[in-house]
Structures are given as C-alpha cells and as structure tokens.
C-alpha cells in the first residue's frame, strides 16, 4: 500500500485496534490549562463582556473592569460574607486564581516531552543549575586559556555587587514557576557563591546580576508630615506616635522657646521622672534644636514610660518635616523613628505569669 | 523590596516559640544613639565603617530603649550599676568633691577631680578583682584554686560588692544614695571596705598559688 507523502504527521501508531487508541480518560491527571485554553477563555471573556455591556445598556467599546463588577454586583446580589465568594467576572492569570500560571502541556503529541530534562520532576530548576554549572566551567577554561599564555591578572576585576542581594526562595520559585525544596535552593546559592567567587567572573557579570534583587535605601519608606503654617505665618508641624498601649500626638511650632505643655499642663508637672522628660527631649537634643520649637503635646493611655515613648516618637516623626534627608536618616539610625513593637507578653496556662514557672515540688 | 522581605519587617513571632525571642525579625539592627557617629566625615572611615554604613543604609533599626540618650549624661555602665536615684548619687559625690575643690590650697586644686563620673568609673576600676578562688575536687578534697576573671564577671562583682557593702555595713538611717556616694569616693581613693575585700580575695589566691595548676580550662 502506497504511502500518502502528505505533509500531515504520520502517528507513531500505524496499526491498533480501536480498543488501543481510545483514550485512557481516567489516567488524564490533574487538568492541565494549555495556552490554547486559556487563550479561548479569554476571548470569551471579551465576548461576555460585550454582551454585558449592551445588557446594562452601555457602550460595549468602553467598558472597563470596574463597570463589569458595579453590573455583576447589580445583576447577582450577593449577601456573602467572605468577598471571593461572590458571582465574580474577571480574567486574573495568577497562581492563587483561575489559571495557575504556566501548567501547559510538557509533551507533544507522540508523548515525548519538549524539555530533556522533564524526567527530573523539576526542569527548569535543573535545567538553571545544569546553564549555571556550564558558565562555571567556561570561567575556568578561560583562566586556563589566560594562564597558558601568561596573560592572567594580577588584579582580577571582580563583579561590581553593589548593595543588592541574592533571589529569595520565593522569588527563584516565582521565576521557575515551579516548587523547589531549601536544599536545592541553597545548592544554587552556593554555586552562584562558586562563580562569583572566582577571579574572571566578570565575563558572567549579566548573568550573575539577573538573579540579584536590588536593595532600595530604608528611608526612601520614611513618611515625612507635611509643614503646614498657621495664621500667623509661623511654620508647624503635627504627627502621631504609639507605644504599648498609649497614643501621642504633637504639634511642633517653630520660632519657639522651648516650652512644652503635654494635656494642658506644663511638662514638669506631667511628668515629675527625670527619665521621662529626658525622653521628651531626646530627638531635639539628637538634632541641636533644644530651644527653637514650641511643643504642644497630647497623649492618652499607658503608664508613664510608655506615655512618654509614644510622645518622643510622635516628636522625631514631626521633627523630620523641618530636617534635610540626611538628618532624618541619622535619626532612623539612632533608632527614633521606629515603633516599639514590644507589648506585654500573655500569661500561659500552666505557668504562673509569662515565663514564671509554679514552684517546682519534688513530691 | 519584594513581598517575602517587606513581610519580615513587621514585628514578628517566630513559629517555634524559643526560650529567648524578641519582637523583632533579625534582619533589625541595634541603633546608634551617639552624636558623634553620625559628625565623622566620609574620609575617616574604614572599609569596615564604610560597610557598615552601607548596610545600616539598607536595613531596618530597632527603636532606642528608655533609658537611653544622646546626652552627655547618659552613661550605660552607670546605668547598669544604678539606673533608679541615678542623680542623686552623683550630686552628692559632686557636691562632696566642690567642696574640698573649693577649701584646698591652689597647689592641691588640680588634684582634685570633680567629674562625677570619671569619679564612679575610678571607684569601679579600682574595686575589680583579677583572680577569684573556684573549688575544685581532686583526690576527694576541694581545694580553692585562683582562676581568671572576664572583664564582664570582673565588673560584675565589682557593682555586687559596692551595693551589697552599702546595703549592709553602713549606718541605717542614711539614704543610699549618701552610702553609696561615701564608698564610691572611698573607692576612688583605694580606700574603704570594698577595696579591702578585694585585697583579701587576691591574697588569698596568692596564698593558694600552688593549686593553680589544677585549673583544666
């Protein structure tokens, strides 16, 4: 029998019976989202939308994803309490909705899979390290090279790191779309750790960098209040501070003369502990502004201690809209501008306070 | 900063409860309260400084304590030692010293020091004890073998003796503070009791001298 020299693929399987080629449904497996599928699916959604547009008798051209949810909250009330259970009409392509990302199909159509590595069960994480192992080598080969002919730096130029750190797990698992376990993770740190390490590995700079997060500067996350002015055109400044359970607030005005008044009193009489006014005066004293601002002080809640470090961080957050950047980083490293998260601990059942044990009876 | 970092920051429990935990992640860093840190130009620093910079730069700080300033009067060591009645102590011991500054002689005057605080850590430098005696067993007897001190131990002890001789040797209708402002001056001019405990201790670990071979560590 002539063989068709058609340009369709010829299946693997001449000859079967029936029974053989029928497709084996219950061994299917979890449901793989192709690209093809999630592909339709976003073309009917564009349908859909369309639809629903002319139904709420609006323009089908302009319709964005707020309209969508204002007509399906219109269409479908719903009475839930947990919002993701509401009617929902949303294209999303993150891994915690819809359609996990990337969960195509692996093989082609004769069963083989694409990658040479998907027998491991992780092949892009194996496939990084088998990419990152080969560099490594290439590095040493040029060395070798450069050695042979006697051109090898003194002074090798090493990868210029700067302030960035190595990808976190998460992040590696976000990049390879799949799970991987902390040893493997370590195994590729450590393995960057190898290349970077060596004295030519400048020649991977890009490489090594795209795995790199940069670090962004903490007090570029510094909330500065606004200086406002007053009637009198005089410059001032209001913000808020907490500490255990007290809540401070302040207003700092300029061109003063050092006087405080916290809850309507003077401070000397609201807080009679040196320690306390001390703590009043810290982030002034920190700056050298001790007689230039006028605070008026408000706090509420707590003791004593807690009353006064509520205050003091509602002072250093207000003293920043009258500082230049430099200063207010001082501060942020004096550690002024950072909440006390310390609380009271709870008491245990079966202790008698937080850490304090019952006596211990031998008999 | 990606999700999982900015989620460290917060103020955190960690999921196994160890016996020694604080409120903060790790990642935090111990603040630096002192002015004079923060004046010193860029050219004086040391690669390591310089690191260091960078890195506070970049990573969160914890908050300042309570009971620390950026004043010239504030002291840890001396908070350590008396963190309660703080200024009494050395008002007294000031007052004390301006006194006899006042009543000697222009010859005498420049002898005489007046700063409290360079008074109480004198006083604590002369009070601390090299050796102390440890009891070793050997052969079924304890014998007392000198062994050394750390600094942290030798401090300790010295603060112990000062506030325990205060406590307990002096007359009780004086107020702490006047006690203690008596042993510190005492102290500063190696006199009084402490100073003589300690002599003892180093005696007696003179006289035990022969036994310091039985010290393993």
Known sequence: MLMSDSSAAVSPQICGTPALRRKNLGAAGPEKFTAEFIQKQVEEFEIGKRHLANMMGEDPENFTQEDIDRSIAYLFPSGLFEKRARPLMKVRLSADLCFPPCEAVQWGPDGRPFHFLFYTGKQYYYSLMHDLYGRVLKVEKHQDQLRAKGLFPTEPKQIALGTSRWLTKEELEARLVEPISSQDYECFIQLLERLVAMPCCSLEQQFVMSHRQQLEAQSMHQVVPPLQKDDAGVDFSTAEGRRKTSRGSVVVRDCGAGRLTVNGQDYLHYFPVLQDREQLMFPLQFCGLLGRFDLDCSVSGGGRSSQAGALRLAISRALLSFLPQSEGEAMRQAGLLTPDPRVRERKKPGQEGARRKFTWKKR | ?217
């Not at chain 2, 999921?15 to 130009?41: G, Q």
């Not at chain 2, 002369?126 to 001190?149: E, M, R």
Request: proline share 5%; glycine share 4%.
């Open chain 2, 1 to 217: 900063m990606a999700a999982s970092i900015s989620g460290l920051l917060k103020p955190w429990t960690p999921r196994v409860l160890l016996v020694r935990w604080s409120r903060y992640n790790p990642y935090y860093l111990e603040p630096e309260v002192r002015k004079e840190a923060y004046s010193r130009p860029e050219s004086e620093l040391s690669a390591e400084e310089k690191e260091e910079r960078e890195l506070k730069m970049l990573r969160p700080i914890k908050a300042a304590t309570n009971s620390t300033t950026s004043s010239v009067f504030n002291d840890p060591l001396y908070l350590k030692f008396m963190s309660t009645n703080r200024f009494s102590t050395l008002e007294n011991i000031k007052r004390k010293q301006v006194e006899k500054y006042h009543k000697a002689t222009d010859g005498q005057k420049d002898g005489i020091e007046c700063n409290p605080y360079v008074i109480f850590h004198q006083a604590l430098e002369n009070c601390k004890p090299v050796v102390t005696l440890a009891s070793i067993q050997k052969g079924g007897k304890y014998y007392q073998v000198p062994i050394p001190l750390t600094g942290q131990r030798q401090r300790f002890l010295a603060m112990k003796w000062m506030i325990t001789e205060c406590r307990e040797n002096k007359h009780r209708r004086t107020h702490m503070y006047e006690k203690l402002s008596q042993e510190l001056l005492a102290a500063f001019e190696k006199e009084g009791n402490v100073i003589k405990k300690k002599h003892e201790l180093h005696k007696m670990a003179e006289a035990n001298r022969a036994y310091a071979h039985y010290r393993w560590w």
